[in-house]
């Protein structure tokens, strides 16, 4: 079944800087990769999605970029905030209808 | 758009008793949804899927007799903790995907079980 690895666990920056957290997958079958941020005790909420028909994705401050040939993934966030302190997970998916496999989590901290 | 409901949002419960946890999708009809529970500090571990009017798939190491998961409508699933000891304390949420939302998937607010 997929796995998915992400890395840092825990990242520190300070504010205005921008941090980079990074995922890499199993299941080259795997074609939809979206990350959430989940505050503490909140559910998860998607911030930006990527399929595999395209290699980068940018919402404003935040892009997600694709490598599918190395099987990984990327999450940037510029112009970092304290209100982007929070617990981001990256997961994976190899086709619609099918669970998301998620990353074990990056605990973000953005210090003013 | 896309609104998925949890209840309740926090039970207490003695060891040995069940407890329903009931997830809707409010403004779409969710042809399949997935249960996952998540220990502090941790990652959302899938526990099940369900298909509306189908059995659940339960991932391996799931105990489906523990666990019981009904998907009877497009708009909701339960999920049981059977005979609920102390280590089933944990965070369950649910997410749901809809045909209409092909990849995406919603989640819930989340369960918060305690278990006494």
């Known amino acids: 079944g997929e796995n998915v690895e992400q890395h840092p666990s825990t990242l520190s920056v300070q504010e205005g800087d921008s941090a980079v957290i990074k995922c890499t997958y199993s299941?080259?079958?795997?074609?939809?990769f979206p990350w959430y941020k989940q505050e503490l005790g909140k559910r998860p909420q998607l911030i930006i999605d990527?399929?595999?028909?395209?290699g980068e994705k940018k919402d404003q401050r935040i892009a997600v970029t694709l490598n599918k040939t190395a099987k990984h993934f990327s999450l940037h966030i510029t112009e970092t905030q304290p209100e982007d302190s929070a617990v981001y997970f990256c997961a994976a998916a190899n086709q619609a209808g099918t669970a998301l496999i998620f990353g074990k989590g990056t605990t973000l901290s953005v210090s003013s | 758009g896309a609104v998925v409901s949890q209840h309740p949002s926090w039970v207490i419960c003695k060891s040995g008793t069940s407890v329903k946890i009931e997830c809707r999708s409010l403004d779409f009809q969710a042809t399949t949804m997935f249960w996952y529970r998540q220990f502090p500090k941790q990652s959302l571990m899938l526990m099940a899927t369900?298909?509306?009017?189908?059995?659940?798939?339960?991932e391996q190491g799931v105990e489906k007799d523990k666990f019981l998961i009904n998907h009877a409508s497009l708009t909701l699933s339960t999920l049981t903790v059977t005979s609920a000891h102390p280590e089933d304390s944990s965070f369950y949420i649910c997410?749901?995907?809809?045909?209409?939302?092909?990849?995406?998937?919603?989640f819930g607010p989340g369960t918060r079980l305690t278990v006494t």
């Open positions: 369900s298909n509306e009017g189908s059995k659940a798939t339960y």
């Open positions: 997410s749901a995907r809809g045909l209409a939302l092909f990849y995406e998937q919603y």
């Open positions: 990527i399929r595999s028909n395209v």
């Open positions: 299941d080259s079958a795997s074609n939809y």
